[in-house]
Each structure stands twice: as C-alpha cells, then as structure tokens.
C-alpha cells in the first residue's frame, strides 16, 4: 500500500456539555480512532446513530477541531492550515456532501447562485460568463438536464434527489480530490437513492475521488465501498475490506449490526441478542465500550478497554479474537444470517 | 424560453408579496395609514393652510372652517402644526429606527453566529446597558449635549434603542446557525461576513423587518416623550412638543380639547400602523416556523 490519501491518527473529539452551575462533562463523540484512506478508495464509515460518524465528517472537512490526535491528508496535518490561504488550499482539496438536502442548501438563494458561489470562491480569476459555463457543466455532470430548467430555481422548488444533485454539484464546483460524504442518501426515496449513490461511483471512477462514505445502511455501504470501518460509541470497532466483513463479521456488534439488516429470504426471524442499553458516551471507558450489550462479554471485558487485534487484513477490537481467527471458534454462530430459503 | 422562465421568476417574488401583504389585511391596513401620514409629511407645505409658526390668530379659538382644528394660546393654527409635526415625528422615527436595526443586526449576527466569548462579552454589555432606565440616561445625556437637533435626537434615541434588537436578532440567528447550510458555507470557505450577512441574513429578514418596524415606533414615541418632558429642540415643530406646550399653557383648564388631541391621536395611530405590519409578519413568520419565535 502506498501513502495513505487520509490518516485519522488517534482522533479524539469529546464536546464539553455544562451541568449545572459548575459541573462539566465531557460527551466523548469520537473517542481514539484510526483508520486510513488510500488513494482512489471508497471507505465506508457504519455505525448506529450518534456513534460519532458525522463528527469524524465535520472534523475532516474542519468544521470541528480534533480534541487530541491529528488528521492528516496528503501528508500534512490539518490542523496546522492557521492562515485563511492555508485553509482555502485546504478546501480546494476537501468537500463535503451533506445528510439532509432539505437543510443544507440555503432557502435564500437561487440553485445558481449556490453552485457558481462555490466556483468564485475558489477561482476569482474567472469572468462572470465563464462561472455559468461551468456551473451549466456541473448541472449536467450530476444529472440536473438541461441545466436552464434548474438553474434559476429556489430549492424549496426542487425535489429531494434533485436537492441532493446540487449538493453534489456544489462540492465537485472546487474540483475537490475527497469527497466526504455524510449519509447523502438516507433522506432520499431508495430508488432515488440507488441513483445517488450509482451517480457517485461514476464520479469517482471519472474523476479519481476518494471518498469518506458515511451511512448507517450496511447494503449502501456493500455497494459503495472497498473498505469499511464499524463505529461503535465513538470507538472504531472492526476495519478491514468490505466483502470480507460482510461475508465473516468478526466484533459481536458487527455481527449485530448485519443481523438487523432485514433480509427477506432469511429463514427465520432473528432474535436480537444483545440487550438495547445505549452507550453512555460521557462516563470515564475503562471497560469495552459494548460490554453492556454484549452476549460474550467477560469480566475483562468490563475491567479494562481491549486493543485493536489483528485477524488476516482486518482489524477488531474483542478480546475475544486475542487468539481466535473467526467468529465460529469464539462460540457466536454466525450461520443463522447467512441461512436464506 | 427566455420569457418563460421571467414569467415564473415574477411569480416566485409574487407569492412573498402575496402571503406578506395581498393576503394580510393587517398588513395593508397598516401600510395604508403608513402611506397617508408620508404623503401628509411630503406635502405639508401644500395641505397646510398656514405657516406653522404664525401668529397672526385670536387665541383659543375654537374649530371652525378657517381653523379646522382651531387656534392655540399663541394665536397658532393647530391644523397647520400637527401637518408639519408630521415631519419631524416620521424623520426622526425613520432616521433612529434605521440606525438602531443597523446596530442591532450587526451585533445580534456576530454575537449568534460568533458565539463563544465573542458572543458572551456582547450579550453581557447588553445587559447592562438594559439594567440602566433608558429615559433617565437619554434625559441624561440630553442635559449634556450642547443642543438637541433632530440628528442629536435620532443619535441618542438611535443609540440606546438596539438592545432589545440586538437580543431577538442574536436568538433567531442562533438558530439559524445549527442549520446545516451554515456548515456547508465553512466547507466551501466563505468568511465570518459573508456568512453573517449573506447566507443567515436572508433568513431571517422578516424578523428583521418586524423589529425595525417595532423600533420605528419605539423612536417615535420616544421622540414625544422627551419633547414632552421639554428635552426636545424648541424650535422645531413635532407632535410631542406640540403636547408639551400645550401642557405649559394650561389647555386642560380652558378645555382645549383641540389641541391636545390631534398631536396624541396622530402619535397612537402612527404607532399602531408600525405595530400592524410589525406583528403580521412576525405572525406569518412564526407560523411558517412551527409557532415559537420571541422578538
């Protein structure tokens, strides 16, 4: 493997929360998590609501600032862009595609004006007619044909996937190398998603994005990814490529995970096993942050935080697989998922 | 083609224009005496019958068809007072509320936007500053000025009247701020400014609108009141100063009703005209927001 495009190193963001007229505690979003991207790679980040995932999209694109570790990409790390030319370089590599298209395209302003902003921002030196021709040349590489009926249209006059087109549109305006993208289809129809996320990967194939995917939907993630990264309370619990994950998950909530997706020609109806307690997010980890919903959970378990573990190309953070290869010899049958008619 | 999408583009401005004004009696009711007391402002010199400062009258004549509201003590024409009165009260109402919203908006967007310490140390000045009675330090700062012309006026009224602004414009813009368009303007790198003023700004306008026009009102008024109190310039002619001369030369025992009440109709009417528009949008706003907004 080459030098990794992104490289979270022990990325840590914990959002201080006041109680009452002294108290403090700390909401620990992101808690220690490493990964890398490549070059050219599609990365899915999966994980339950408020596992920290938009806070891992917010702190690359440098919405937020990393309470400790670094965020390197290209090389370089980017909380070190200070000045505001740094960070306009910085931009100029990095966008982002958001979750809610109803939220995050501006009422005020016409859809023309919300792509061709972003291209002015980052190329003055272009004339005003020179900003349409591209902005028409963005419309139509996502999809927006022909690009006049849209252009002069507010975006409470457009449908979702419409909506979501010109937020593409408006992060490809910089001509960006990474693309993050935060759960850009889950506010959408499925088949309206399908045509998102099939929109992307032509992207990325034409242009040679890599992408941060972010999403909740293991299936979208299959489709997507080469990689996959599972996010548990802010931990990041197994990484490694997407098939192999999908075809042999390792961390019992992996195995949770994929056992909640419905499957409609699975045999029988799933019990789910674990218990539905929430991860506390503000309390001092000194145990595996899933012990408390964990079926093989041990005393050591509970005692102190396990380590990443190497398992082939994979990394998980059990105990279990201290020494143990495959779900089958840490006892959890995996079979029943994976039983179709 | 090209005249199509002009056609739909009107509409699209149409239907604001609808559903702020066609459509809300309030509003045009308000509007109407709004344009009715301007174009009484703009052509004061043609309406009025007399100079406003002539004395060439019996005093305390009673109204009569030379003298459609009567005579004052000093032999003035009332009619012609409370038509040029109409001058001053909408200049220094119009000049100081625009000065205030000016203030008010710039420092109710940093502060939200901004947050953080930046936002606290603001608020806190604020709070302060609303501890202070605002008519005791304007009669205050009055009596230190050297005099009180229509622009010390609209300074002073203007100056301590963006509180309160700056308070409702600060809470709607914090949350204006959680919305995910304003992370999206950090992505792609515009500044603090051009966030503030053009992407949150557009947002909020009718609250804006119904706090200016709410300020609007609150100059007035404050107008009349230090004229009343005799804080106000002598020689101009306002609806104030006209009831505190009338109140110096005892009109209440001649039972001058002819001159106290005009000046304090015109004031109530002009008032609630701003507070009609004010509160429609303000309304029409909330509802579109679920019902809560606070000015």
Redesign the interface.
């Known amino acids: 493997m080459g030098n990794p495009v992104i490289k979270f190193d022990h990325v840590k963001k914990h959002f201080v929360k006041r109680q009452g007229l002294f108290g403090k505690s700390a909401l620990k979003a992101v808690d220690n998590v490493s990964f890398e991207i490549q070059q050219g790679e599609i990365l899915a980040v999966v994980g339950e609501s408020g596992c920290g995932k938009s806070t891992m999209a917010?702190m690359l694109?440098?919405?937020y600032d990393p309470t400790e570790g670094s965020i390197y990409v290209n090389g370089t790390d980017i909380s070190s862009y200070k000045k505001?030319k740094d960070?306009?370089k910085f931009?100029k590599e990095v966008?982002?595609i958001?979750?809610?298209p109803f939220?995050?395209?501006?009422?005020?302003?016409k859809a023309s004006y919300i792509v061709g902003?972003?291209v002015e921002?980052?190329y003055p030196e272009l004339s005003k007619a020179e900003v349409k021709a591209r902005v028409v040349e963005l419309f139509e590489t996502v999809g927006l044909t022909p690009a006049?009926d849209f252009m002069?249209k507010?975006p409470n006059q457009l449908s979702g996937g419409q909506r979501q087109r010109i937020?593409i549109a408006?992060a490809l305006a910089?001509k960006p190398s990474i693309l993050v993208a935060d759960e850009p289809t889950s506010m959408l129809d499925v088949s309206i998603g399908i045509d998102i996320m099939n929109l992307m990967i032509d992207l990325q194939k034409k242009e040679g994005l890599t992408y941060m995917y972010i999403t909740h939907n293991l299936a979208s993630a299959r489709y997507m990814a080469d990689r996959m990264v599972v996010m548990y309370a802010g931990n990041c619990v197994e990484q490694g490529a997407t098939d192999e994950i999908i075809a042999q998950p390792l961390h019992p909530y992996t195995i949770l995970l994929l056992s909640s997706t419905p499957e409609p020609f699975r045999e029988e109806k799933i019990e789910i096993y674990a218990s539905e307690n929430l991860p506390d997010l503000t309390g001092e980890m000194n145990q595996c942050p899933f012990a408390e919903r964990c079926p093989k959970a041990t005393d050591r378990c509970r005692r102190e935080k396990p380590e990443d573990y190497r398992v082939g190309g994979r990394l998980v953070k059990c105990f279990l697989y201290e020494h143990a290869a495959t779900a089958e010899e840490v006892g959890i049958d995996v079979s029943i998922y994976n039983k179709v008619k | 083609?090209d005249k199509k999408?002009q056609k739909?583009?009107k509409s699209?401005s149409y239907l604001v224009l609808e559903k702020y004004f066609l459509k809300n009696t309030r509003a045009k009711v308000g509007v109407g005496i709004l344009v009715f007391f301007a174009l009484v402002a703009i052509f004061a010199p043609v309406i009025a019958p007399y100079g406003p400062k002539d004395i060439s009258f019996m005093p305390w004549e009673k109204p009569s068809l030379a003298h459609p509201l009567g005579v004052n003590s000093y032999g003035q024409d009332i009619f012609s007072q409370v038509v040029y009165g109409t001058q001053v009260t909408m200049v220094v109402g119009v000049l100081a509320g625009l000065l205030t919203s000016f203030i008010g908006v710039f420092v109710g967007l940093l502060a939200g936007y901004k947050g953080g310490r930046t936002g606290e140390i603001l608020m806190r000045i604020v709070d302060v500053f609303l501890v202070v009675p605002t008519l005791a330090f304007m009669i205050v700062l009055a009596a230190f000025l050297p005099s009180m012309g229509i622009w010390n006026l609209v300074i002073i009224i203007g100056g301590l009247n963006w509180l309160w602004m700056a308070r409702s414009i600060r809470s709607q813009t914090l949350s204006e701020a959680r919305?995910?368009?304003v992370?999206?303007?950090?992505?792609?790198?515009?500044?603090t400014l051009e966030i503030m003023f053009k992407?949150i700004l557009?947002?909020i306008i009718p609250v804006v609108t119904a706090n200016m026009v709410m300020v609007i009102t609150s100059a007035m008024l404050t107008e009349a009141t230090l004229s009343f109190l005799g804080l106000g310039d002598p020689t101009l002619i306002s609806w104030g100063q006209m009831l505190s001369v009338a109140f110096d030369n005892n009109a209440i025992l001649y039972n001058a009703w002819w001159w106290m009440l005009p000046p304090g109709l015109s004031i109530a009417t002009l008032g609630f005209s701003f507070m009609l528009i004010g509160n429609s949008f303000l309304d029409i706003y909330a509802n579109d927001r679920g019902g809560a907004v606070k000015l």
Do not use: I, T, W
């Open positions: 917010k694109c440098k919405v505001n960070v306009a931009r966008q982002m958001f979750q809610d939220g995050s395209l501006n009422p005020a302003h902003r972003a921002l980052h006049a002069e507010h937020v408006r910089v | 083609m999408k739909k583009e699209d919305r995910e368009y992370d999206a303007a950090k992505v792609q790198g515009m500044g992407e557009p947002n």
